[in-house]
């Protein structure tokens, strides 16, 4: 029978069979959530003494865990496809362990344990909630601002509840109504509202009649120069009738 040399093993090859594979559980960004992540690490060189392939094999699964639980501990688990996508991106870079010197990259899988899938779930049924909740109660609250801006719904609602000396609270009711309508939450509105208000200020200005007729005529004269007729008419109507509501009696 002839002799054959044995071939020694390769200690790259030993690191890449203990690092094929294996898994772990890192944090996301909600508590209690966590996702779970398989490893495939490619070793693409190790200088590593083959009485040392276990402790190489080990440093290089420990340091792709820390980086990958840095990453997803930032990640939100409601969207698995993204984190998934970013989290290859990351692991896919070529790293070197000084000591053992091993360069590697991986490929991984991140998906959802069923327990944590269900709090996922839970987790967006309660922010979908909250959202609602939180747009119908800034929908009353603009509502109400609304009708108080309005010295004559100040008047209705104290009317009823308070039926007794509603009359004798007019001054009060006309305060709190411009308080309401002075107040403009900040960045709700733009440049073209905020000429709108300028406008009401500069027209306010003026506290005779016929002063603020004079305001309308040249507001309608500048509408017509800019070729805005329907404008211009909407503004005369506007006049027209603070005239006649001016008018003692009404007009009547």
Same mark, same amino acid.
């Given at each position: 029978?002839?002799?054959?040399?044995?071939?020694?093993?390769?200690?790259?090859?030993?690191?890449?069979?203990?690092?094929?594979?294996?898994?772990?559980?890192?944090?996301? @960004?909600?508590?209690?959530?966590?996702?779970?992540?398989?490893? %495939?690490?490619?070793?693409?060189?190790?200088?590593?003494?083959?009485?040392?392939?276990?402790? @190489?094999?080990? $440093?290089?699964?420990?340091?792709?865990? %820390? &980086?990958?639980?840095?990453?997803?501990?930032?990640?939100?688990?409601?969207?698995?496809?993204?984190?998934?996508?970013?989290?290859?991106?990351?692991?896919?870079?070529?790293?070197?362990?000084? $000591?053992?010197?091993?360069?590697?990259?991986?490929?991984?899988?991140?998906?959802?344990?069923?327990?944590?899938?269900?709090?996922?779930?839970?987790?967006?049924?309660?922010?979908?909630?909250?959202?609602?909740?939180?747009?119908?109660?800034?929908? &009353?609250?603009?509502?109400?601002?609304?009708?108080?801006?309005?010295?004559? =719904?100040?008047? $209705?609602?104290?009317?009823?509840?308070? $039926?007794?000396?509603?009359?004798?609270?007019?001054?009060?009711?006309?305060?709190?109504?411009?308080?309401? @309508?002075?107040?403009?939450?900040?960045?709700? %509105?733009?440049?073209?509202?905020?000429?709108?208000?300028?406008?009401?200020?500069?027209?306010?200005?003026?506290?005779?009649?016929? *002063?603020? *007729?004079?305001?309308?005529?040249?507001?309608?004269?500048?509408? *017509?120069?800019?070729?805005?007729?329907?404008?211009?008419?909407?503004?005369?109507?506007?006049?027209? @009738?603070?005239?006649?509501?001016?008018?003692?009696?009404? =007009?009547?």
């Amino acid at each position: 029978m002839g002799w054959r040399k044995q071939t020694a093993p390769d200690p790259r090859e030993e690191v890449q069979a203990l690092v094929q594979r294996f898994e772990a559980r890192l944090d996301s @960004a909600h508590e209690g959530i966590a996702f779970h992540v398989v490893f %495939h690490a490619r070793i693409r060189s190790a200088a590593v003494p083959l009485a040392d392939v276990d402790g @190489a094999a080990r $440093a290089v699964r420990i340091a792709l865990r %820390h &980086e990958a639980a840095d990453y997803l501990r930032h990640q939100s688990a409601t969207d698995l496809h993204s984190v998934q996508d970013l989290l290859a991106r990351e692991m896919a870079r070529s790293r070197t362990l000084v $000591a053992p010197e091993i360069r590697y990259d991986a490929h991984v899988d991140v998906m959802l344990l069923p327990g944590d899938q269900v709090a996922v779930e839970a987790l967006l049924a309660a922010q979908r909630g909250q959202s609602m909740a939180t747009a119908i109660r800034r929908q &009353e609250l603009e509502d109400l601002a609304e009708e108080f801006s309005d010295p004559a =719904g100040v008047m $209705a609602r104290w009317v009823t509840n308070d $039926a007794a000396d509603w009359a004798k609270r007019s001054g009060e009711a006309k305060t709190l109504a411009e308080l309401f @309508a002075a107040y403009r939450p900040p960045g709700r %509105h733009g440049v073209e509202y905020a000429l709108v208000e300028a406008i009401r200020e500069f027209l306010a200005s003026f506290p005779e009649p016929a *002063q603020k *007729q004079m305001v309308y005529g040249l507001l309608s004269a500048g509408m *017509q120069r800019a070729e805005r007729p329907v404008h211009a008419a909407r503004v005369e109507e506007i006049a027209e @009738a603070a005239k006649w509501a001016q008018a003692p009696g009404g =007009g009547a």
